[in-house]
């Protein structure tokens, strides 16, 4: 068994692996010269493309492109009337956005614990916290791997309680078949922040069947302007409007857009990709004690936004934080996602939270570390992560 770098052997490779990079191709960079050139900058013919491929390519009626998840999210609960005095159910094992945009409008946040194998927002817990003030859920499709929508419509439906599925890791999660965001009387939104599966450098994109509230979305994206505000510079438009809200700044730009469809035009292939360096992560790491391999299950295919590796406890002599400073050392760079929403300053603070609220969220947040995973990796790139995971679990082997 060779020594880890960190305990003065040589590192796995010479140079740093970083957990995720943008692939950016000559198509991307044609697409985005192109908008360059157009005269048009701003929200316009290719964001409208973009979104229409988007609808085919989820199968959803309307599609509201916006300049990040938590934009699409935060103008979800907006458009719905949500605000204070009332309550919004979600996961703690997630980024902060999901939890900061229900203190936007002024509810309050409820948490509600995970499942602890899949890490995703668990329906039993949810239902033990509904009260006649929840008017909102919103689970998380973490790592991209999806959350039981059957269960979460049999809690929300009765009650009248809307369902906005936090899709920032699942844009091409499929369950049976069926796209994350295809549900008409649900709201998703997905994130196409830099290192997700489908990248605009900084954007999101809202998916639904609701008319109406995709409607409220897209005036309250462009500040509040009565329709094709976007048009107002240009030949076809005119200078008048009115305002009917007192709206956001959350549109969608060109550039973004045409990035966005440059990528979506290669997002199967990415798809693939990632998933052939999961299967390889998986043969490599499936017969050791000491990993618990990311969830799985034959009705699922997954974008695989992540690769969430956790770290049985009491099997090997180092902590998840030397875990992951053994790796950096190796030159393999890692990740958590997430440390949990409720542990930070802010929230201790202000809600009176401490360890022990959501022990599932917390212990599947302590014991994982997430490995690099991009379409660009290279199959050395591969194997460098699993000759670096495997070393370590040698070495620290209890
Ligand atoms: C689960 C989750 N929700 C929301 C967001 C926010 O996405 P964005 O950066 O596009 O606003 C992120 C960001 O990575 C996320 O991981």
């Known amino acids: 068994m060779s020594t880890p770098a960190i305990a003065g052997g040589v590192a796995v490779r010479q140079t740093f692996l970083p957990i995720a990079l943008p692939h950016v191709g000559p198509e991307e960079k044609a697409e985005v010269l192109a908008a360059l050139e157009s005269g048009w900058l701003s ?30 999210l935060h103008l979800s609960l907006v458009a719905a009337g949500i605000g204070p005095g009332d309550e919004v159910i979600t996961t703690p094992l997630t980024f902060t956005a999901t939890a900061n945009v229900v203190l936007h409008v002024g509810a309050s946040v409820v948490f509600a614990d995970v499942d602890p194998h899949t890490g995703n927002l668990d329906p039993v817990a949810v239902e033990r916290v509904i009260t006649p003030r929840t008017k909102a859920i919103i689970p998380v499709h973490y790592a991209g791997y999806p959350c039981d929508m059957d269960a979460f419509d049999a809690l929300a439906s009765p009650r009248d309680i809307l369902l906005v599925e936090d899709a920032a890791h699942a844009i091409g999660s499929r369950v049976n078949g069926t796209p994350v965001g295809s ?24 998916v639904t069947g609701r008319d109406e509230l995709a409607e409220r979305v897209r005036i309250l994206s462009l500040h509040g302007i009565s329709k094709d505000a976007w048009k107002r510079h240009s030949a076809a438009g005119s200078w008048y409007y009115e305002v009917l809200a007192p709206g956001f700044k959350d549109n969608m ?19 693939a990709r990632r998933e052939a360096i999961v299967q390889a992560y998986n043969a490599a790491f499936c017969h050791q004690e000491a990993l618990i391999l990311p969830a799985e ?18 099997t090997l002599k180092l902590s998840r934080n030397e875990f ?13 996602y997430f440390i949990p929403v409720h542990l930070h300053p802010y929230y201790r603070s202000t809600f009176g939270y401490a360890e022990g609220a959501y022990p599932h969220a917390e212990q599947f947040s302590a014991h994982s570390v997430a490995l690099p995973l991009f379409p660009d990796m290279t199959d050395r790139d591969v194997q460098d992560v699993i000759d670096a995971v495997l070393r370590l679990v040698g070495y620290y082997r209890r």
Do not use: W
């Open 297 to 314: 299950h034959p009705s699922v295919r997954h974008s695989r936004y992540i690769y969430p590796l956790r770290l049985r406890e009491g």
């Open 183 to 206: 549900a008409a009387h649900r709201v998703a939104v997905f994130s196409f922040y830099a290192t997700k599966t489908l990248t605009t450098g900084e954007g999101g994109m809202l």
């Open 253 to 271: 730009g060109e550039l973004a857009a045409a990035l966005g469809l440059a990528q979506l035009a290669k997002l199967e292939r990415f798809i």
């Open 43 to 72: 929200t316009g013919p290719r964001v409208f493309e973009f979104e229409r491929r988007m609808r085919e390519y989820v199968g959803a009626k309307h599609a509201v492109a916006l300049n990040s998840c938590t934009a699409g």
């Open 324 to 336: 992951i400073d053994a790796l950096r050392a190796e030159n393999i760079g890692t990740s958590v």
